[in-house]
């Protein structure tokens, strides 16, 4: 349209502008797939300024070489020539901004497509990283504790046998359970505690009268729901605790309380505050729950340690995830999948 | 008669040894202990010749409650520990039993010890009779069933196994304070009650004699241990060796003030003072990152 104003002919401007817009089409699909695979450094923008400067040198050479010969030959004279060699400068200008334009647009959306799929990878990388690191914690338990029990089996065997069938079935049942567990699957707080049972029943053989246990729980609270092999080191810290750290009889109290979308589980013990320092260092046992607690829920403040006289109290609050949402339609699906939050 | 005490804080575990010993008739269990407090007093009534000793019990393990025992007699350690925890101690004491052990395992501990016993005994006789050249063949005070024979083939190299059992136990303490177990409190015994110290409230040690004076804020102790052993012991980033006859806890010093020609001293909270020499001035600006 614009080549109609300097006077020439809609033939001549109508091939001039085709041949020209479509060797810049081809230089942009160039410059665009190049771009792919190739982003410059930030602090080599100054590149694509020379790649496009150069290849608008060259679409200038390039319509030159194929519309001078071209049109002139039609026309037979020198206007085209000349009007050709006349605006040059202004085609420069023109090509020049458009593949400038492109080059832009192409760098942006590579980039953020790039940006894009740097944070997947880093959510995927976090992601694993953190299921490995589950595992790993809910793993961690006591060989102490396997070899024990199967040293009190191997004393029941010779005197007690029907004691020992029972003692081999609890500690099956026991091991059964902690390798069938995963994350995908939060459980009941009525089946965790079934489980806790049967892991007190075989620390009383151990331990003989020494150990007795206190369990309670409200109606509503067994319905709730928590992540499996959470419960349970917090009971085997009570249990090291008090057992280790006093030589008297032993009570341990276990009670859950259902409350606003959480369920409160404490779980107490004695020791003795001249020789131990719970506040200090939580132990192994709690500082990896409460990592877990903190992977899961992205919260600190779920677990609470408390110290009066000589008990000591282990408060842990989990998060009924699927409770704010009941009106939403895919509550079953968060209850499942909670553990992604 | 042999007297052996078993110290165990689970009474299974102890029913188990005592069944494994009724195939041993000069072997007598004259106590059942379930923890430290009770095996020191049984072993100060009794004085074993033997002890089965679990680690891990209530407030005390078992090797704290070895170093609290004047005397302590040699030991088979039961316990459950993996063979990787215990492997540094398992050249000095007479022997360790990995729960759950079988009769086979346990004969084998008991056959050994009672060689090194009977060795022991022989030895004892032999240098309260005739003195050095003699060359009487040791004997047996306690012909048990399997260790005649094997008593003959091994006192060739008699003078080594004498001074084992108990010797043993001496050097099995200094390895075991090397332990996680231990490097958190210090086990001591004052007017026959045994105080466990959390280090954190340990102000200074001080040298004495043979001892070493542990002073916190409720008083002083003493431990017959060596400077150097708690020097080792104890974490280097919290106790500073200042000087030849002291090690302080960093935490506890409020001011360094210098003290005669190329010395100084440290003023602690509770308001001692403790010596700083020049080479452990350097140590403790170290530690305190001055």
């Known amino acids: 349209m614009l080549l109609l104003g300097f006077g020439l002919n809609p033939g001549t401007a ?10 810049l089409a081809l230089a942009c699909s160039f410059i665009s797939n190049n771009l792919q695979y190739y982003l410059p450094k930030n602090e080599r923008y100054w590149y694509i300024l020379f790649v496009s400067l150069g290849l608008s040198g060259l679409i200038l050479l390039a319509s030159k ?13 020198n206007n085209y020539a000349l009007f050709f060699s006349r605006s040059w400068p202004v085609r420069f200008d023109i090509i020049f901004l458009q593949m400038g334009c492109m080059t832009i647009l192409s760098v942006l959306w590579y980039s953020s497509e790039e940006e894009q799929q740097n944070l997947q990878r880093r959510a995927d990388a976090e992601r694993l990283s953190r299921e ?30 029907e004691e020992a069938r029972k003692m081999i079935q609890q500690l099956s049942d026991f091991l059964r359970g902690n390798l069938r567990r995963d994350d995908q699957q939060w459980v009941l707080l009525s089946v965790e505690l079934q489980y806790l049972e049967l892991y007190l029943a075989i620390e009383k053989v151990r331990f003989g009268h020494r150990l007795s246990t206190v369990i309670d729980h409200d109606l509503p609270s067994l319905d709730m729901r928590l992540p499996p092999m959470l419960l349970q080191p917090i009971v085997e810290n009570a249990i090291k605790f008090g057992l280790y750290d006093t030589t008297e009889p032993v009570t341990i109290s276990i009670s859950a309380r259902a409350e606003d979308h959480f369920v409160r589980i404490t779980v107490q013990n004695p020791f003795d505050p001249e020789t131990s320092r719970p506040t200090k260092g939580t132990g192994f046992g709690l500082s990896s729950i409460q990592r877990r607690l903190y992977l899961l829920f ?22 009924q995830l699927s409770i704010p949402y009941t009106t939403n339609a895919d509550n079953k699906i968060s209850l499942t999948n909670n553990n992604d939050l | 008669m042999i007297k052996a005490i078993i110290i165990d ?18 072997i007598t269990v004259v106590q059942e202990c379930g923890d430290g407090f009770e095996g020191i007093k049984a072993i100060q009534q009794h004085h074993p010749d033997l002890l089965f000793l679990d680690i891990q019990m209530p407030k005390i393990n078992g090797f704290e409650m070895l ?89 060739g190299s008699a003078s080594e196994p004498v001074r084992n059992s108990r010797e043993n136990t001496r050097v099995l303490l200094d390895t075991a304070g090397y332990s996680p177990l231990q490097q958190h409190r210090v086990v001591v ?102």
């Open chain 2, 67 to 155: 170093e609290l025992v004047e005397e302590p007699p040699a030991v088979i350690f039961t316990t459950a520990f993996d063979e990787y925890a215990i492997r540094a101690f398992e050249t000095h004491a007479v022997d360790y039993l990995l729960k759950p052990f079988n009769k086979q395992r346990f004969d084998k501990a008991i056959r050994k010890w009672l060689d090194q016993h009977a060795l022991a005994q022989a030895a004892a006789v032999r240098t309260a009779t005739n003195p050095p050249a003699a060359e009487n063949p040791p004997v047996s005070p306690n012909p048990g069933p399997m260790d005649a024979p094997r008593l003959t083939t091994e006192t």
């Open chain 1, 132 to 161: 490995a690191e589950l595992t790993k914690l809910r793993q961690q338990f006591a060989p102490h504790f396997l070899f024990n029990s199967l040293n009190s089996i191997s004393a029941l065997v010779g005197r007690q046998p």
């Open chain 1, 298 to 319: 992205a919260r600190a403040d779920l677990l609470e340690t408390r110290i009066e006289g000589c008990l000591f109290t282990t408060t842990v609050k989990i998060p």
């Open chain 1, 14 to 23: 109508l091939t001039d502008s085709l041949v020209t817009n479509a060797l």
């Open chain 2, 189 to 290: 015994k004052t007017g026959g009650k045994i105080k466990i110290i959390p280090v954190e409230d340990i102000h200074y040690l001080e040298a004495s004699d043979d001892y070493v004076k542990i002073h916190t804020h409720n008083g002083a102790f003493l431990k017959n241990k060596t400077m150097s052993y708690f020097e080792k012991v104890l974490d280097a980033a919290q106790f500073v060796r200042t000087h030849r006859s002291y090690i302080l806890n960093v935490q506890q010093v409020t001011r360094i003030d210098p003290y005669e020609k190329d010395g100084h001293l440290c003023i602690l909270q509770s308001g001692a003072q403790v010596p700083v020499s020049k080479a452990g001035y350097v140590k403790l600006k170290a530690v305190l990152g001055l």
């Open chain 2, 9 to 26: 804080d689970e009474p299974l575990a102890r029913l188990i040894v005592r069944e494994y010993l009724q195939a041993y008739p000069e």
């Open chain 1, 65 to 77: 070489g194929i519309l001078v010969p071209l049109l002139g030959a039609k026309t037979g004279d």
